[in-house]
């Protein structure tokens, strides 16, 4: 059995994954103004649609790497992931700017499009490996450790790009320092490549499944990914664009150090009193069905600022009951397929996770209070994913914690 201390190694690389989505969105200004010296019209357009081009190669990342994680390993699988994603990283780290021209914007997506290959493959092996072999008791933890360390590495983003730009002047931010989040990135992805080279191998072999079962599943993750790649991107990357007049600025940050929080106190209280990720997560996805809009109305619309904080304490309480326990609730309907759950949890991710920052962009020209019957919408996949389905039931049996 892992400890807790290997566990927080195997998730350093989650963390690295988002920090390196999020530091791409700090420093899209710094790429934008590069492009443009270049001579390439729209630069900015040019900058987010690199973005949104590199969540249609995850599938086949999760496709490719969940095949070698079920017939090689899961330690291999990470070892790749960190080996692409760290490689990609320094090398837009070092990219010579001056002299590349126009095609700056193919090495930009090329890169990309390898970290993206590799993200596609990360998530869904670490689900796998934390899991399989852990106590059933410590399932929400594990799980919102996952999702915690994804929180993490968007917080730092934040806090390095905002401490470079208190330190360098805009010119030399232009120059150089849109460069230094990327190599510090790249230094702590080969930290993580060290520690997983050290963890242990041994692994119990996935029993094959019939393609019809494989089809069921990867539909029935997908389902259920949906409502975790609204609510995290909604809360995360689009946190910027909701909320301007909260009492306490800057509202991103806020926003992400307190569902970090929650999700590690609900991951221990599922643990500790409720003794089961699926209730724990269908209360959130209820809970978000019913309370989503008011919530949101009265974090846009509130008058005062105890009304405005009732509403983000609600939204990120239900963010944090559905974020926990979503790897746990994958977990248990993979069945130790990585492939199904690589393919599923992408396809939900590059879809509804890569549109909602622009879904949430549309609905805040007419009311950003609209972002919460959003959200509550996407929960009916979730709750389709779980309860529309016949057997096999949710519930984790006893054979997986071998």
């Known amino acids: ?38 001579g390439i019209v729209h630069s900015e357009w040019m900058v987010w649609g690199i973005f949104a081009l590199r969540f249609l190669i995850r599938p086949l990342g999760g496709l490719a790497i969940g095949k070698i994680a079920d017939t090689q390993g899961r330690k291999k699988a990470l070892i790749i992931t960190s080996s692409l994603t760290g490689s ?82 805009e010119s030399q931010m232009q120059a150089y320092g849109w460069r230094i989040p990327l190599i510090i990135g790249a230094v702590n992805i080969a930290m993580s490549f060290w520690f997983r080279l050290r963890l242990p191998a041994a692994l119990p072999t996935p029993q094959p499944t019939r ?42 940050l806020v926003n992400s150090v307190t569902l970090l929080v929650m999700i590690l106190l609900v991951g221990w209280i599922t643990d500790k009193y409720l003794s089961s990720p699926k209730k724990s997560f269908s209360g959130g996805l209820l809970a978000g069905l019913v309370v989503s809009y008011p919530a949101y109305y009265l974090l846009i619309h509130g008058h005062d600022g105890w009304q405005q904080w009732i509403a983000f304490i609600t939204i990120s309480l239900i963010s944090a009951l559905i974020l926990a326990n979503l790897a746990t609730v994958l977990f248990s309907i993979a069945r130790n397929n990585t492939t199904s759950l690589g393919l599923g949890y992408n396809v939900a991710l590059s879809v509804f996770g890569g549109m909602s920052p622009l879904i949430v962009s549309f609905l805040s020209e007419y009311d950003a209070s609209y972002v919460g019957a959003y959200a509550a919408l996407t929960t009916i ?6 309860y529309a389905f016949s057997a096999p039931s949710l519930t984790l049996q006893s054979e997986m914690n071998t």
């Open 88 to 169: 990609a990283t320094l090398l837009m780290a070092a990219l010579p700017v001056n002299i590349l021209g126009e095609s700056l914007v193919i090495l930009l997506l090329c890169l990309q499009m390898v970290q993206a290959f590799s993200f596609g493959g990360e998530y869904p092996t670490i689900i796998q490996y934390l899991h399989q072999g852990s106590q059933r008791e410590q399932h929400a933890r594990i799980s919102s450790l996952i999702v915690a360390s994804s929180i993490v590495g968007v917080i730092a983003s934040v806090l390095i790009v905002m401490g470079l730009k208190g330190t360098l002047s």
């Open 381 to 386: 996949p979730a709750l389709i994913g779980i």
């Open 211 to 252: 393609l019809t079962n494989d089809v069921r599943t990867t539909v029935r993750i997908g389902l259920v990914s949906v409502t975790g790649a609204v609510v995290f991107y909604v809360q995360n990357i689009s946190s910027t664009i909701l909320a301007k007049d909260f009492p306490i600025q800057p509202f991103a």
């Open 1 to 38: 059995m892992l400890s807790w201390l290997q566990r927080l190694g195997i998730v350093s690389g989650n963390a690295f994954e988002f920090y390196d989505i999020a530091v791409y969105a700090a420093i899209s200004p710094y790429l934008s103004h590069l492009l443009s010296s270049h």
